[in-house]
């Protein structure tokens, strides 16, 4: 089966993607039955603010996204998916995407606007555990894990996006980050065999919009700065 044009090139990063986005966004909204409840108002939802929704998720996925597009899995999941955004734009890196986050009302939006996903309402250990899956490569950004001694039983690569730390020591050593290779100051890709390295273009995401955003996000909530 061949995979879809990069829905990162078109619907971000293309001369007018931001119009292209919001009458993508709009067609896909067609008929939704809307809950507005807390669950709602979230910067990653593309119903709430689609511009910002989607540069916020090519922001914070970047690494992740460019190290699935190296990967090629035939399957992934992510854990805490939200509404579905950043689990959609997976589908240019592999035939099966599963979305999974235990928020009913934000399942059911992505749910209506992605169908390209195979979503799942359920808690994460939960839906691993009674299906027994096994996924080329599950993602989780600031999900409810960085990390989980049962996810080798249930993949062979593990992407992690999302690391705070108030403590010094942590900060120095990167002992707050999961082992394996440290494909950005936010992301590590663990597989059982890569080595607790710099990916090579580790320096690389510093110098983006998001690294701002993060730092931002440090100093005014008490966080030391993302290293
Ligand atoms: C802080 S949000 C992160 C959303 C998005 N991945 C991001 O990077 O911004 C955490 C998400 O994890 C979901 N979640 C919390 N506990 C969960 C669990 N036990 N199983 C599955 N999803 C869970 C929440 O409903 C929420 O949508």
Do not use: C, W
């Given at each position: 089966m061949s995979l879809p044009e990069k829905l990162v090139d078109k619907f971000y990063h293309a001369r007018g993607a931001h119009h292209a986005w919001e009458a993508e966004v709009t067609r896909r909204a067609d008929g939704l039955q809307l809950t507005i409840d807390r669950e709602f108002f979230f910067?990653?939802?593309?119903?709430?603010?689609?511009?910002?929704?989607?540069?916020?998720?090519?922001?914070?996925?970047?690494?992740?996204?460019?190290?699935?597009?190296?990967?090629k899995p035939k399957s992934v999941l992510e854990i805490g998916c939200a509404h579905g955004l950043s689990t959609w734009l997976m589908t240019s890196y592999a035939e099966r995407v599963?979305?999974?986050?235990?928020?009913?009302?934000?399942?059911?939006?992505?749910?209506?606007?992605?169908?390209e996903v195979e979503f799942v309402q359920e808690d994460w250990l939960a839906y691993l555990e009674r299906t027994g899956e096994?996924?080329?490569?599950?993602v989780s950004s600031h999900g409810p894990i960085i990390w989980h001694d049962a996810l080798p039983r249930f993949c062979k690569n593990y992407i992690n996006v999302g690391y705070r730390t108030t403590e010094w020591a942590q900060w120095l050593r990167g002992?707050?980050?999961?082992?394996?290779?440290?494909?950005?100051?936010?992301?590590t890709h663990w597989s059982a065999d890569n080595a607790?390295?710099?990916?090579k273009s580790y320096w690389r995401y510093f110098f983006r919009r998001n690294y701002?955003?993060?730092?931002?996000?440090?100093v005014?909530?008490?966080y030391l700065l993302p290293i």
């Open positions: 910067h990653m939802n593309p119903l709430y603010e689609p511009r910002l929704a989607m540069q916020y998720v090519v922001g914070r996925y970047e690494a992740a996204y460019d190290a699935l597009a190296d990967l599963v979305g999974l986050d235990i928020g009913p009302s934000r399942v059911a939006v992505g749910r209506h606007l992605f169908p096994v996924f080329d490569v599950i002992s707050h980050k999961i082992a394996g290779r440290q494909l950005s100051f936010s992301t607790g390295t710099r990916g701002l955003k993060e730092a931002r996000h440090a005014t909530n008490g």
